[in-house]
């Protein structure tokens, strides 16, 4: 039997706001535990919440970058439940009414055509704190720092059809709230995080299977490694006439397995009700209109606007454009040195190696610097093979390249006298495969040129050498 996977993802994505969703506290990450609390969020009786307007303008921000319909009226709710980490002991989120509904984004699988992927609703709400177990201890901490800091919930339709649209889904939200500013993207220390649900069912049957939830993948790889797994899992499964449990798994990256962290609980066991605490939030037109207005180029156009203008490949403006710090490099690189395909190749070749697109403004190299290196290789002078050598010790530095090729002495040797002189000598010690290129194995030639490097490490001019071996050859 065939089955066809369905997969919904709950993206949560912390908020870049200076203070948390509901009071004056700090969001700053790391900082010695509990030290960044107060009345509010630490649940004390009789404070009360203060609503963050940075955060509405935030969700507002998101809901139009993902053609949402903005509530201008939504409204808060309690969602009960026992937190250890979380002192009320409920935590303020959106249920019923939520900031925005029905937007979508478009994703891209390689091989395929893109695909819409339906966005139910982007609410907001608090995170709970951090739970420190001890490993030799039976005791467990709370840390309460990141109580309170606020949080989008992003929840996808169940319109992903494998763990490859999944990922590609996750990545495009993510380049999208990073575009934005209104989220940092870290990974690692959990601003961006996603549950998973997944159900497989028959090919061609119209009902969903049942499905199971998988929690807090932290990476990209993470999230789809789970979902292959929970794909092979649930198959078998049902291959040998069984029934998935509908449940909640937490993924082992280490092990490379799912494991079942507890029953599947219900929207009704959490026992909703609007917060008496928090009046509705009105958002009027002129708000979002404004927001509207402000908006950046978004990843996609930014893309079709570089394949177009720059005339890149698919490809090419797809890399370029994964990270909106990416892109302004190549931009304000390309101010100075015109050629978009040389530029695009070298940053995609020697920049990202080391560099990926979410680490670009960790780069010590300046988009000018590059641009500069480029100019002296098509100049000629320095060779290709140099240039990659000298941005190497630029990525350390951060030096200028005309400082490094004058210090280091790697200015291409374009000096014919000084060249003939070596080309000789190498043709003399060579005499077989000299014989050989007059038999007419032309391929010799590249082995002549390569003896010519190494002498001059790599700085001869390589058409100059060519010119030159072919001259001495033909005497
Ligand atoms: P809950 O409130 O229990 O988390 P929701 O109905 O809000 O459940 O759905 C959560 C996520 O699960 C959504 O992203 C949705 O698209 C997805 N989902 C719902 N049903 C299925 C299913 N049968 N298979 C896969 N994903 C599903
Ligand atoms: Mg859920
Ligand atoms: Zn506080």
Same mark, same amino acid.
């Given at each position: 039997m065939e089955f066809e996977t369905v997969i919904g993802l709950e993206i949560h994505a912390q908020m870049k706001t200076q203070s948390k969703i509901f009071c004056g506290c700090s969001t700053e990450f790391g900082a010695p535990p509990n030290t960044h609390t107060c009345p509010v969020c630490l649940g004390m009786p009789g404070s009360l919440p203060v609503l963050n307007r940075q955060v509405v303008e935030s969700a507002i921000k998101l809901g139009l970058a993902t053609d949402s319909v903005i509530n201008r009226e939504n409204r808060f709710a309690r969602k009960n439940y026992f937190y250890p980490d979380l002192p009320k002991g409920y935590q303020i989120s959106q249920f019923e009414l939520p900031i925005c509904e029905h937007?979508?984004? #478009?994703?891209?699988? #390689?091989? &395929? %055509?893109?695909?819409?992927?339906?966005?139910?609703?982007?609410?907001? =709400?608090?995170?709970?704190? !951090?739970?420190?177990?001890?490993d030799r201890e039976p005791v467990s901490y709370v840390d309460l720092n990141r109580t309170g800091t606020p949080l989008l919930e992003i929840v996808s339709e169940p319109d992903l059809r494998s763990?490859?649209?999944?990922?590609?889904y996750l990545k495009k939200l993510h380049a999208i709230v990073r575009y934005l500013d209104i989220c940092d993207g870290n990974m690692q220390e959990g601003s961006f995080r996603c549950d998973a649900n997944i159900s497989l069912r028959p090919?061609? @049957?119209q009902e969903f299977g049942t499905r199971t939830e998988l929690k807090n993948m932290n990476s990209f790889r993470n999230v789809q490694l789970a979902l292959e797994y929970e794909v092979r899992r649930q198959r078998d499964i049902l291959l040998e006439g069984g029934e998935v449990v509908q449940q909640t798994l937490l993924w082992d990256a280490d092990k490379g397995r799912t494991e079942s962290m507890r029953g599947k609980e219900e929207a009704h066991d959490y026992r909703y009700f609007p917060d008496?605490?928090? %009046?509705?939030? &009105? %958002?009027? =037109?002129?708000?979002?209109?404004?927001v509207r207005s402000e908006l950046p180029e978004l990843p996609d156009k930014r893309r079709l606007r570089f394949i177009h203008d720059f005339e890149l490949t698919d490809y090419d403006g797809a890399i370029l454009t994964a990270s909106r710090e990416l892109a302004d490099f190549f931009e304000t690189a390309y101010r100075v040195y015109g050629n978009a395909k040389k530029l695009a190749n070298f940053i995609g070749t020697e920049l990202l190696r080391d560099y990926g697109p979410e680490r670009i403004g960790e780069c010590p190299v300046k988009p000018e610097q590059l641009a500069r290196l480029l100019i002296m290789t098509d100049e000629g002078k320095i060779s290709g093979k140099i240039a990659k050598t000298v941005f190497a010790?630029?990525?350390?530095?951060?030096?200028?390249? =005309?400082?490094?090729?004058?210090?280091?002495g790697l200015v291409q040797m374009s000096d014919e006298g000084q060249l003939v002189a070596l080309v000789q000598e190498i043709l003399a010690a060579n005499p077989e495969q000299v014989q050989q290129f007059?038999?007419? !194995?032309?391929? %010799?030639?590249?082995?002549?040129?390569? @003896?010519?490097? @190494?002498?001059?490490?790599g700085q001869a001019n390589p058409q100059l050498a060519n010119k030159l071996f072919m001259q001495e050859l033909q005497k």
């Open positions: 937007g979508s984004i #478009e994703i891209e699988v #390689e091989g &395929q %055509v893109p695909k819409t992927i339906g966005i139910t609703r982007i609410h907001m =709400e608090e995170d709970a704190g !951090k739970l420190v177990h001890d763990p490859e649209e999944a990922a590609a090919r061609g @049957q008496p605490d928090l %009046v509705p939030v &009105q %958002v009027d =037109e002129a708000w979002i209109e404004r010790e630029m990525l350390v530095g951060g030096k200028d390249p =005309e400082v490094i090729v004058k210090e280091k007059r038999d007419g !194995k032309a391929k %010799v030639m590249g082995f002549f040129v390569g @003896q010519l490097m @190494q002498k001059t490490k």
